[in-house]
T-cell receptor, first 110, second 120 residues
Framework: QSALTQPASVSGSPGQSITISCTGT?????????VSWYQHHPGKAPKLMIY???NRPSGVPDRFSGSKSGNTASLTISGLQAEDEADYYC??????????FGGGTKLTVL | QVQLQLSGPGLLKPSQTLSLTCAIS??????????WNWIRQSPSRGLEWLGR?????????EYAVSLKSRITINPDTSKNQFSLHLKSVTPEDTAVYYC???WGGGCDYWGQGTLVTVSS
């Protein structure tokens, strides 16, 4: 059972925007700006897409953006493309000095 | 460019100890800006953070609560690598295991992943 709650699945058509939520508590997302998001294609290593809530590593398209409000973080992907279809995971630092992941969200591009 | 190379056995029997090593190139295990993490992925549990070690004037070790009694992560400065040891494995520990460098709050470099199967 994950400490961070994500929807199991989301979907969207090419060109549309989608948002994936990640709900935690005042001991993790609500307390720290150390929220990160990962894209995972089966058979490959996960890829960091967002760190520290809303920062993009070099090479990540600006179609990907992150935000946080209270105990909930969000990943928004605008201008959906077929290659965005993957599993997405959030992660947050916690007051217990751990870095749990959310349960993951399967993004389907219709 | 940071590279992480995983090594270790892929098949274990229940009750044995899982031992994996992650060799680092392009960075130092003693880097005061990095954290060195172990993460696993299984179809039933998704991504699961196992623990990490990092150096900030002294070594720190942080572990997932559910594994605290079974897990040890050790840095090896002489070989610039870090290791994972997980005792008393069961089939529930079957997963793809990754090592990853954490920098600025996110894991930016990952090892290639290795499948570890626990079966009698």
């Amino acid at each position: 059972q994950s400490a961070l709650t994500q929807p199991a699945s989301v979907s969207g058509s090419p060109g549309q925007s989608i948002t994936i939520s990640c709900t935690g508590t005042s001991s993790d997302i609500g307390a720290y700006n150390y929220v990160s998001w990962y894209q995972h294609h089966p058979g490959k290593a996960p890829k960091l897409m967002i760190y520290e809530v809303n920062n993009r590593p070099s090479g990540v398209p600006d179609r990907f953006s992150g935000s946080k409000s209270g105990n909930t973080a969000s990943l928004t992907i605008s201008g959906l493309q077929a290659e965005d279809e993957a599993d997405y995971y959030c992660s947050s630092y916690t007051s217990s000095n751990t870095l749990p992941f959310g349960g993951g969200t399967k993004l389907t591009v219709l | 460019q940071v590279q992480l190379q995983l090594s270790g056995p892929g098949l274990l029997k229940p009750s044995q100890t899982l031992s994996l090593t992650c060799a680092i190139s392009g960075d130092s295990v003693s880097s005061t800006g990095a954290g060195w993490n172990w993460i696993r992925q299984s179809p039933s549990r998704g991504l699961e953070w196992l623990g990490r070690t990092y150096y900030r004037s002294r070594w720190y070790y942080e572990y997932a609560v559910s594994l605290k009694s079974r897990i040890t992560i050790n840095p090896d400065t002489s070989k610039n690598q870090f290791s994972l040891h997980l005792k008393s494995v069961t089939p529930e520990d079957t997963a793809v295991y990754y090592c990853a460098r954490e920098w600025g709050g996110g894991c930016d470099y990952w090892g290639q992943g290795t499948l570890v199967t626990v079966s009698s």
